[in-house]
């Protein structure tokens, strides 16, 4: 498994350890994105500059396996993060090892991937950070509509690799569209039916959410978006949600809409470790 990892200067197995913030990257991409950064100095300017703390970030090469384990057993790449690769950051970079030490942050293909892992596991992670996630805006495959990029790949005339992938995905068949899934796991396995199944685990856990999304996104997912920012509502599960005017799934919104989440993600980590009189300042009258 291809990986890369951000280890701030100087910790080690005697330092204090340190939070891990899992960076799930977007479809086609891989974690060369987390090198490129590095290189560029991105990260590390936040944390100089305080917009996040000093912290572990990994980052694995999920292919366009959108970060779950397959209905078909071919790919299992929750059980891998879950079981192997975030006990092995932890115990290699001496980071996370509780639940507000483990923050995760993902975009697109890897917002599903984090939302999906961590609404799975919510009392393992400290907060959530999710951008332009690529779920869909239904609680069962039934009610996928042709907004979604899913069925519209399927009206496409050419064959399509972005159907193809769903192969085995969600259920059986050859063709992976969506009339071939199996009910039972795509609403087991989809962020938005799992903030409302599991949405009192997810708000007894107590960890942190934010989502957000252009509302020109041309893949659509400001539906979703708003789709699961309502059953976060209505379940009673605190989260932050920005909907940005004017931002599309990609372009010139990215750079800042990227350091407005690392900023709320620092934000968070204050506010999982505030003491408890600093708890009660904030909230005084």
């Known amino acids: 498994m291809e990986y890369a990892v951000i280890v701030p200067a100087g910790h080690d197995a005697g330092s204090d350890t340190l939070p891990l913030l899992l960076q799930l990257h977007g479809g086609g991409g891989s974690c060369q994105q987390l090198i490129d950064e590095h290189d560029a100095g991105v990260w590390e300017r936040r944390m100089v500059d305080g917009v996040v703390p000093p912290m572990v970030i990994a980052m694995i090469s999920g292919l366009d396996g959108t970060y779950m384990d397959y209905f078909d057993g071919s790919q299992r790449w929750t059980t891998f993060l879950s079981d192997q690769f975030v006990p092995f950051c932890e115990t290699t970079f001496n980071c996370g090892g509780r639940q507000d030490l483990r923050l995760a942050l993902g975009t697109?293909?890897?917002?599903?991937?984090?939302?999906?892992?961590?609404f799975g596991r919510s009392h393992e992670w400290g907060a959530v950070a999710a951008c332009e996630p690529a779920i869909d805006a239904a609680l069962d495959?039934?009610?996928?509509?042709?907004?979604s990029l899913r069925r519209a790949?399927?009206?496409?005339?050419?064959?399509?690799?972005?159907?193809?992938?769903?192969?085995?995905?969600?259920?059986?068949?050859?063709?992976?569209?969506?009339?071939?899934?199996?009910?039972d796991y795509f609403?087991?396995?989809?962020?938005?039916?799992?903030?409302?199944?599991?949405?009192?685990?997810?708000r007894a856990s107590g960890i942190k959410i934010c989502i957000e999304v252009g509302d020109q996104d041309n893949l659509m997912l400001h539906d979703a978006a708003e789709l699961l920012h309502r059953i976060l509502w209505d379940q009673r599960i605190e989260h932050s949600y920005y909907l940005h005017h004017g931002?599309?799934?990609?372009?010139?919104?990215m750079e800042w809409r990227m350091e407005a989440l690392c900023?709320?993600?620092?934000?968070?980590?204050?506010d999982l470790h505030a003491s408890e009189e600093e708890r009660a300042i904030r909230h005084a009258p």
């Open 108 to 118: 697109s293909m890897g917002g599903f991937g984090v939302l999906h892992l961590c």
């Open 141 to 147: 495959a039934k009610d996928i509509t042709m907004r």
């Open 153 to 183: 790949n399927e009206s496409a005339t050419q064959v399509d690799q972005l159907v193809d992938r769903h192969i085995g995905k969600f259920g059986p068949g050859t063709t992976g569209r969506v009339a071939e899934w199996d009910a």
């Open 187 to 202: 609403r087991a396995n989809n962020p938005v039916a799992m903030a409302d199944d599991r949405g009192a685990a997810i």
């Open 247 to 253: 931002a599309d799934h990609v372009g010139r919104s």
């Open 263 to 270: 900023q709320w993600l620092g934000r968070t980590w204050q």
